[in-house]
Antibody, heavy 119, light 107 residues
Framework: EVQVLESGGGLVQRGGSLRLSCAAS????????MNWVRQAPGKGLEWVSV????????YYADSVKGRFTISRDNSKNTLSLQMNSLRAEDTAVYFC????????????WGRGTLVTVSS | DIQMTQSPSTLSASVGDRVTITCRAS??????LAWYQQKPGKAPNLLIY???SLESGVPSRFSGSGSGTEFTLTISSLQPDDFATYYC?????????FGQGTKLEIK
């Protein structure tokens, strides 16, 4: 079955760190760029970061640049997001999303993992 | 960064209605636009990519159009399962952005 499954969310204090993971299966993981997208409670979708299939290229939203680091391990079909210096406004459900066959839209999403930053 | 603006923010409609949601980009994005449907507590689901290409498995009552800076998502005849929130997303630049969402409610 083609799927991605996030893990690693939880409660963390402001200024703390957390590492999210996304396990992929059912497709050739290394062939696709992967993304993190988040959604704060009751709010809309916010793109966070993207990493190319090889891992050689990464981009970040301005809101997380310098604090978050995206990475991938193609040997383990795993995507990660290291989140440092967490702020209350980082509280959200974090989704892992695969890009499509024909462009950089997102055709496969995980269920998400909730990150709560307490102040 | 490219800003995406959806209208309306909320739309009330009835089963069987034809509805249209608009998405405007702050600069030209060619046809690099996708539409998603999201239901409460669930992940978004891709409906349309490249402005007008229907994702496999998505009902044909959904259609997309537009290019440049103005785009529309049309549902030809609303079904009960269609009441949800809809988002547009541009992927022209390396920094992707979503619209703020349109909540489609039952009238």
């Amino acid at each position: 079955e083609v799927q991605v499954l996030e893990s690693g969310g939880g409660l963390v204090q402001r200024g703390g760190s957390l590492r999210l993971s996304c396990a992929a299966s059912g497709f050739t993981f290394s062939s696709y760029a992967m993304n993190w997208v988040r959604q704060a409670p009751g709010k809309g979708l916010e793109w966070v970061s993207v990493i190319s299939g090889s891992g050689g290229s990464t981009y970040y939203a301005d809101s997380v640049k310098g604090r978050f680091t995206i990475s991938r391990d193609n040997s383990k079909n795993t995507l990660s997001l290291q989140m440092n210096s967490l702020r209350a406004e980082d509280t959200a459900v974090y989704f892992c999303a695969k890009v499509g066959q024909w462009g950089r839209y997102f055709d496969l999403w995980g269920r998400g993992t909730l990150v709560t930053v307490s102040s | 960064d490219i800003q995406m603006t959806q209208s309306p923010s909320t739309l009330s409609a009835s089963v069987g209605d034809r509805v249209t949601i608009t998405c405007r980009a702050s600069q030209s994005i060619s046809s690099w636009l996708a539409w998603y449907q999201q239901k409460p507590g669930k992940a978004p689901n891709l409906l349309i990519y490249r402005a007008s290409s229907l994702e496999s498995g998505v009902p044909s009552r959904f259609s997309g159009s537009g290019s440049g800076t103005e785009f529309t998502l049309t549902i030809s005849s609303l079904q009960p399962d269609d009441f949800a929130t809809y988002y547009c997303q541009q992927y022209d630049s390396d920094l992707y952005t979503f619209g703020q969402g349109t909540k489609l409610e039952i009238k």
